[in-house]
């Protein structure tokens, strides 16, 4: 084996060698981790005549120190989600933007993660990201919002929902959500309560309507 040779081969090993390396360090230092137990510290966002309906067996959580990612099962027909992001827990909710026929179709990152793969709902995450004063959602050209609504805490909008992206202060998106099997009757709130900073999307395989919120603690 020549010299020329041995250095490219040396250099090749060198090469797959730090992109291994950068790999394994993002999924060690940004990704969440899975958890069974966590969502019942989020129970409080249901009132008590809900709680007997949710589905303790569909239940689980991503933890990450930053964000807490929560699912449930309601009356086994609505998927809900609560979504803590502890870095805006200073945020002002009337900064947060409801965004419509976005272009999400190039939307790419470097490196991230995938939550639920495979399931009727998939959330692809830009690793590191960065909410720093601000969240927004954005919805594609495919997306329709039926009816937009608010409260002294929250606000949001009912409608059928494609692909959406949260988005942070400089428009960069950060997370990108995507509705596997198409249009889904979807409910997306901002919610500011508990001293943080929350996003809760209810959906379901059949339509329903805003009202679905009164089963939520929102005080």
């Known amino acids: 084996m020549n010299k020329t040779l041995k250095i490219t081969i040396a250099g090749i090993i060198i090469i797959v060698i730090s992109y291994l390396s ?40 991503y933890v990450k120190e930053r964000d807490v990612y929560n699912n449930f099962d309601y009356k086994d027909n609505y998927n809900i989600i ?14 947060s933007t409801i965004n419509q026929n976005v272009n999400l179709e190039d939307v790419k990152f470097d490196s991230g993660e995938i939550l639920n793969k495979g399931s009727g709902l998939e959330f692809t995450i830009n690793y590191g990201f960065v909410f720093n004063s601000t969240i927004n959602v954005n919805l594609d050209k495919y997306s329709k919002i039926d009816r937009t609504f608010k409260g002294a805490n929250y606000k949001g909008f009912y409608g059928s929902i494609n692909q959406m992206s949260l988005s942070n202060e400089k428009g960069e998106h950060q997370i990108l959500s995507d509705f596997t099997k ?8 901002f919610y500011k309560g ?3 900073f929350y996003i809760i999307i209810i959906n379901s395989k059949n ?13």
């Not at 958890?35 to 569909?58: E, G, L, V």
């Not at 609560?82 to 900064?95: H, P, Q, T």
């Not at 198409?182 to 709130?189: D, E, I, K, N, R």
Request: aromatic content about 20%; glycine content about 2%.
């Open 82 to 95: 609560v979504w803590e992001f502890k870095d805006l827990a200073n945020a002002e909710l009337k900064k």
């Open 22 to 61: 950068y790999f394994f360090y993002g999924i060690i230092r940004y990704s969440h981790s899975s958890d069974w137990q966590t969502y019942k510290q989020y129970m409080w966002i249901f009132k008590d005549s809900a709680k007997t309906n949710i589905n303790p067996n569909f239940c689980y959580s």
């Open 207 to 219: 339509p329903f309507d805003e009202n679905i919120i009164k089963i939520l603690n929102l005080e």
């Open 182 to 189: 198409g249009l889904t009757p979807t409910v997306f709130l």
């Open 194 to 196: 508990r001293k943080s």
